[in-house]
């Protein structure tokens, strides 16, 4: 998301990042229909991502893409679940891709209160049946929300918030039963955000046990989540290489059970907060029908 919205580098040096990427042996790119500046740039983190790995046979890279959200004239996301709004948004993100291989995870960014989860995702089985869509996932549903889903159509994966500052997927079931029925689980913000992923040393929790392992407390704190579930598979994102890089060594960082502890024992009282209110701290309003 970071290589399309504002302050986006130049295109020529996303592509060399997203290859060197594909060098390093990434193989998952989340991505979605409405990362650009505003809605006149849908699909331009699709387009992104697709020049980059256009020369990767197809069986060897995932990119699971979203859509139920749309963008603004002012550029604010919002929730639209009409299902031929669904359909159009699936259509569209399969010829961005490429066109010519279904896509390989789809993913229902946001549930709209104003549908029932079998009306929105009866169009996605459509496409599923058509050859569009390979596999399914959904966003930022409840629980009873995901089993209503796998009810119309097979779902793979969760995509939902999960971090220091929001842990709800561990009380709410979610990622329980993530584990039992072999979802993989994709925490979106894994670092808190922008706002708060530069703000981790003043953790002093986070950054004493970052010094002790010497490593970032970036890479300590996706090392954590890697350490939570067998399930979770963490979607950092960044602007710069070497960041991203820092994060992916996080793979070869193995907490034990005491380490893990100390994380979890952090409570609300003892994070920094944002500078600022998120249009994503709280569910996007919903779009005109």
């Not at 699709?46 to 963008?71: D, M």
Request: contains cysteine.
């Amino acid at each position: 998301m970071a290589l399309s919205l504002a302050g986006r580098p130049p295109e020529a040096q996303s592509l060399q990042i997203l290859r060197r990427l594909l060098q390093e042996g990434v193989r998952f790119f989340d991505t979605a229909d409405t990362y650009g500046l505003g809605p006149g740039e849908l699909h331009h983190n699709e387009r992104l991502v697709a020049k980059a790995v256009a020369e990767q046979p197809p069986a060897q890279v995932w990119v699971a893409t979203k859509g139920g959200t749309v963008r603004s004239a002012a550029g604010e996301w919002q929730i639209d679940g009409a299902p031929e709004r669904l359909y159009r948004a699936i259509c569209e993100s399969y010829e961005a891709l490429g066109g010519k291989v279904p896509i390989p995870l789809w993913q229902h960014h946001w549930p709209d209160p104003r549908y029932a989860i079998r009306a929105m995702l009866q169009p996605v089985r459509r496409a599923v049946d058509e050859g569009l869509v390979r596999f399914v996932g959904v966003g930022n549903y409840s629980l009873d929300q995901i089993r209503q889903a796998r009810d119309v159509v097979d779902i793979v994966s969760v995509q939902n918030q999960y971090n220091l500052w929001h842990r709800e997927a561990e009380q709410d079931g979610i990622l329980a039963y993530c584990e039992e029925h072999a979802l993989v689980f994709l925490p979106w913000r894994p670092l808190g955000g922008l706002g708060l992923a530069h703000r981790l040393d003043e953790i002093p929790a986070v950054a004493k046990l970052a010094a002790e392992r010497e490593v970032s407390p970036q890479r300590l704190l996706i090392a954590w989540q890697l350490a939570k579930s067998p399930c979770i598979l963490p979607i950092p994102g960044a602007r710069r290489l070497d960041h991203l890089l820092d994060c992916l060594a996080a793979a070869t960082l193995t907490l034990d059970r005491r380490e893990v502890a100390r994380l979890d024992a952090l409570t609300p009282a003892d994070l920094p907060r944002r500078a600022r209110s998120s249009a994503w701290e709280q569910r996007p309003p919903l779009a005109s029908r």
